[in-house]
């Protein structure tokens, strides 16, 4: 039996991966979390360990034997956290630790979450080999770990480290992430609500919203990659918010016109989209969800969840 480590596996990303090691592969997973936005409520269900500490440090290193590859989604995930330094030292220096803990252990392989966020508003669509050019501390600090991955897997060999960018991802379990969630999960309750769904002038921007099971694919595909590597995880179709609009009006059985409004923010990517020739290339990643189906599965799954 297989023996897995998931960090931040209370949240969004890391309970969906969670659950599917368990359920898909028979693995035994342990989930180390503080729980500072992930959820228990994320692991109804889940049969594995739990270990409660903070990536940060060292005081869970002894409570976890040794496993077979680690999936490190733990980190601030909520883009408009302005504080640089609490930024780098949770999502950096806590990488850093998760790698110190892989090697005192001998775990050959940790696949950690990156980002879209490292390419700002570059050039699309987005390649893993364009520079870096992210526009918050977030951004710059998922570019950052890919750095500190790429020079950890030279100085050991042995090691296979994958770095997934994950563009918009969207799904089930992200309910308890609030104001972050995605605008799938925040339009489909105002819609719910009766709303008018609520999107900036004129919905045309674009984003490559990726259903989060595509995001598990990667993940899982991750385990047979044969070398370390960064790549992108879209949907390799992506849309506008008129678009999300439509699908979710279809899914709901609803006909609401949007509301648009001024977007308030200087600085707004127009345009995330993702591409996808090295994570076919490199981890056989195959998404199978575009917006309108993702919509609708994730809808189906929101109608008969009571939180
Ligand atoms: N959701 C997206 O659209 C998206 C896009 C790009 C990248 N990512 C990355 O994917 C990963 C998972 O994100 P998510 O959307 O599931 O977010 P999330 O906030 O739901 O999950 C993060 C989890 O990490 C835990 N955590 C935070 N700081 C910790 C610490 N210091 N020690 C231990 N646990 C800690 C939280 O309690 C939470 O359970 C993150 O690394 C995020 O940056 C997400």
């Given at each position: 039996?297989?023996?897995?480590?998931?960090?931040?596996?209370?949240?969004?990303?890391?309970?969906?991966?969670?659950h599917?090691?368990?359920?898909?592969?028979k693995?035994?997973?342990?989930?180390?979390?503080?729980?500072?936005?992930?959820?228990?409520?994320?692991?109804?269900?889940?049969?594995?360990?739990?270990?409660?500490?903070?990536?940060?440090?060292?005081?869970?290193?002894?409570?976890?034997?040794k496993?077979?590859?680690?999936?490190?989604?733990?980190?601030i995930?909520?883009?408009?956290?302005?504080?640089q330094?609490?930024?780098?030292?949770?999502?950096?220096?806590?990488?850093?630790?998760?790698?110190?803990?892989?090697?005192?252990?001998?775990?050959?392989?940790?696949?950690?979450?990156?980002?879209?966020?490292?390419?700002?508003?570059?050039?699309?669509?987005?390649?893993?080999?364009?520079?870096?050019?992210?526009?918050?501390?977030?951004?710059?600090?998922?570019?950052?770990?890919?750095?500190?991955?790429?020079?950890?897997?030279?100085?050991?060999?042995?090691?296979?480290?994958?770095?997934?960018?994950?563009?918009?991802?969207?799904?089930?379990?992200?309910y308890?992430?609030?104001?972050?969630?995605?605008?799938?999960?925040?339009?489909?309750?105002?819609?719910?609500?009766?709303?008018?769904?609520?999107?900036?002038?004129?919905?045309?921007?674009?984003?490559?919203?990726v259903?989060?099971?595509?995001?598990?694919?990667?993940?899982?595909?991750?385990?047979?990659?044969?070398?370390?590597?960064?790549?992108?995880?879209?949907?390799?179709?992506?849309?506008?918010?008129?678009?999300?609009?439509?699908?979710?009006?279809?899914?709901?059985?609803?006909?609401?016109?949007?509301?648009?409004?001024?977007?308030?923010?200087?600085?707004?990517?127009?345009?995330?989209?993702?591409?996808?020739?090295?994570?076919?290339?490199?981890?056989?990643?195959?998404?199978?969800?575009?917006?309108?189906?993702?919509?609708?599965?994730?809808?189906?799954?929101?109608?008969?969840?009571?939180?």
């Amino acid at each position: 039996m297989k023996k897995y480590l998931v960090t931040g596996g209370a949240g969004f990303v890391g309970s969906n991966i969670a659950h599917t090691l368990e359920v898909e592969h028979k693995a035994k997973v342990t989930v180390l979390d503080n729980f500072s936005t992930g959820n228990y409520k994320n692991l109804l269900g889940f049969t594995g360990d739990i270990v409660t500490g903070d990536i940060q440090d060292r005081g869970w290193f002894g409570k976890i034997g040794k496993v077979d590859a680690i999936f490190h989604e733990a980190a601030i995930t909520d883009t408009t956290v302005m504080d640089q330094r609490r930024m780098m030292e949770v999502n950096v220096d806590g990488f850093r630790s998760v790698l110190q803990f892989a090697l005192e252990t001998g775990v050959k392989r940790v696949i950690y979450a990156s980002s879209a966020a490292v390419y700002g508003n570059g050039a699309t669509p987005m390649r893993e080999q364009q520079a870096p050019a992210p526009e918050n501390i977030y951004g710059f600090s998922k570019a950052i770990m890919d750095n500190t991955a790429r020079e950890f897997a030279a100085e050991y060999k042995d090691m296979t480290l994958v770095g997934l960018r994950y563009f918009n991802v969207y799904g089930p379990r992200e309910y308890y992430k609030g104001n972050p969630a995605s605008m799938m999960f925040h339009l489909y309750n105002q819609m719910k609500a009766g709303k008018r769904p609520r999107i900036f002038k004129f919905g045309e921007q674009v984003r490559d919203f990726v259903y989060v099971k595509d995001i598990v694919r990667g993940n899982l595909n991750a385990l047979d990659a044969k070398k370390t590597c960064v790549c992108n995880l879209g949907s390799g179709h992506p849309g506008n918010f008129n678009e999300v609009v439509e699908a979710l009006n279809k899914a709901m059985k609803l006909d609401l016109a949007p509301e648009y409004f001024d977007n308030p923010y200087s600085f707004y990517q127009n345009r995330t989209q993702a591409d996808l020739r090295q994570a076919k290339a490199l981890l056989n990643y195959r998404p199978e969800w575009k917006v309108a189906e993702g919509v609708a599965d994730y809808v189906k799954i929101m109608e008969k969840t009571k939180i």
